[in-house]
Structure formats: C-alpha cells, structure tokens
C-alpha cells in the first residue's frame, strides 16, 4: 500500500469533530508525517449539499464557518486539496459500478487516477475499484 491517500469527507469530519470514530489504522495513517494526505475538492461541496438538505448530524459543525476557513482547516489536517479534473469527472461518469453517490464515485475516479488509497469506513469504495483502508 502506498504512502498517499485520499481522505473520504466523512473522515475528514470525524477528525475534525469525532476523532475517536476513526479506526486505529485510520489514525495511524492520518497522523504519520511520512504520509501525504489529500482531500478532493468533491468534499467541500458534499459537506455543503448534504449541510442544505439536512444530512450532517455533526451538533457542533458549523458550516458556514467551515467552509469560509476550509483552506485554513485543510492545512492543519495536514492535507493537499486534490482539485477536481475533467479526466476524473469523465473516469467517474464512465465507471460501471452500481453505486450511485456522486461524491463517492468523483473520490474513486481520483483514487484510482493519482494512485491513491481512500482512507473510508465506506465498503462502497471496493466495488469501486479502489484501495481502501480501514
């Protein structure tokens, strides 16, 4: 497994909010400086689509905050905003894989085009294709 991953948003959450619901090997790879961590740009838009229609259950989170300092919490976490390419929205739209999440399929498009393990508890990812830790 490489040393370069791809951190799914609810990850991203957890670390911010709930770090004891991620796993030891979660953790481990997070907090290893030998590490390069990415976040897709798709996180910043999930957190704030699934914030508009009520689906963030995160009491403390308060997005609109989030969002204006996500450059700001992106750099302590650690972590390189992986921008969102016409070659990875092509590759996610392409995928024959049944599952539908828009926000999961563009992380899977760049894990699988930069090399990337996804670091998510979400076993949609393998069906996806892609290296997954948990």
């Known amino acids: 497994m490489g040393t370069d991953f791809l951190v799914d948003t609810h990850v991203l959450l957890f670390s911010f909010y709930e770090p004891h619901r991620l796993s030891l090997a979660a953790r481990k790879a997070i907090e290893n400086p030998d590490h390069v961590l990415y976040v897709s740009s798709t996180s910043a838009w999930e957190i704030?689509?699934?914030?508009?229609?009520?689906?963030?259950?995160?009491?403390?989170?308060?997005?609109?905050?989030?969002?204006?300092?996500?450059?700001?919490?992106?750099?302590?976490?650690?972590?390189?905003?992986?921008?969102?390419?016409?070659?990875?929205?092509?590759?996610?739209g392409s995928m024959k894989a049944p599952h539908k999440d828009p926000f999961d399929r563009i992380i899977a498009a760049q894990a699988r085009l930069e090399n990337l393990t996804v670091i998510s508890a979400d076993p949609a990812f393998d069906a996806l294709g892609v290296r997954r830790l948990w």
């Open 48 to 92: 704030a689509t699934k914030h508009r229609i009520g689906k963030l259950n995160y009491p403390d989170l308060n997005v609109e905050e989030l969002l204006l300092e996500y450059p700001a919490h992106l750099a302590r976490f650690g972590a390189i905003e992986l921008a969102i390419l016409s070659t990875h929205v092509l590759y996610a």
